[in-house]
Antibody
Framework: QVQLVQSGAEVKKPGASVKVSCKASGYTFTSYGISWVRQAPGQGLEWMGWISAYNGNTNYAQKLQGRVTMTTDTSTSTAYMELRSLRSDDTAVYYC??????????????????WGKGTTVTVSS | SYELTQPPSVSVSPGQTARITCSGDALPKQYAYWYQQKPGQAPVLVIYKDSERPSGIPERFSGSSSGTTVTLTISGVQAEDEADYYCQSADSSGTYGVFGGGTKLTVL
């Protein structure tokens, strides 16, 4: 079955960096992308961006550009999300999700069909 | 930046129909997707491409679109449907994704 397994919880100090991993199984990794979404405590979902596992193309949310980098390792079917210069408001659960590219009604469309269980990142001095 | 607007909460009795709306200027151009999230769990896709239901999602979940508003309808609501529901789409260019603020569905 399709599964995304994320790395464990992290505690970081302000200004540090964190790198979260997301290991995929049960499907051809390079046929899909990986999206990243975060959720601050008691808050809603926030779209962070995505990476194509096929060619490494990325697209990041404007508010995170310059601080976030998404990569993949196709040899291990693993995606990574690195966030730098951490602040207290980066404290959140970070989710990876499989990004599906589909075609219909003469257009491509994209959605997240399988999600990891999330990685808690706490930023505190 | 582009926003999607959802009501913060909706309440229904078991067996009734719940309707959750999501409004955004780009919705006539971009498809909408709906995710269900229960406490302490990851989101689950319940509707894609405005009205398509993934396999394994009960038939009581349906989606529709009209102009700048999309609607998630849950017919014959059950206690297990109590959760937060998020709509998701993209800006008019299709470049950036966006989530609505979420709607807490309470089953009375």
């Amino acid at each position: 079955q399709v599964q995304l397994v994320q790395s464990g919880a992290e505690v970081k100090k302000p200004g540090a960096s964190v790198k979260v991993s997301c290991k995929a199984s049960g499907y051809t990794f390079t046929s899909y992308g990986i999206s990243w979404v975060r959720q601050a405590p008691g808050q809603g979902l926030e779209w962070m961006g995505w990476i194509s596992a096929y060619n490494g193309n990325t697209n990041y949310a404007q508010k995170l550009q310059g601080r976030v980098t998404m990569t993949t390792d196709t040899s291990t079917s693993t995606a990574y999300m690195e966030l730098r210069s951490l602040r207290s408001d980066d404290t959140a659960v970070y989710y990876c999700a499989r990004r599906v590219r589909d075609y219909g009604d003469e257009t491509y469309y994209y959605y997240m069909d399988v999600w990891g269980k999330g990685t808690t990142v706490t930023v505190s001095s | 930046s582009y926003e999607l607007t959802q009501p913060p909460s909706v309440s229904v009795s078991p067996g009734q129909t719940a309707r959750i709306t999501c409004s955004g200027d780009a919705l006539p151009k971009q498809y909408a997707y709906w995710y269900q999230q229960k406490p302490g769990q990851a989101p689950v896709l319940v509707i894609y491409k405005d009205s398509e239901r993934p396999s394994g999602i009960p038939e009581r979940f349906s989606g529709s679109s009209s102009g700048t508003t999309v609607t998630l309808t849950i017919s014959g609501v059950q206690a297990e449907d109590e959760a937060d529901y998020y709509c998701q789409s993209a800006d008019s260019s299709g470049t950036y994704g966006v989530f609505g603020g979420g709607t807490k569905l309470t089953v009375l």
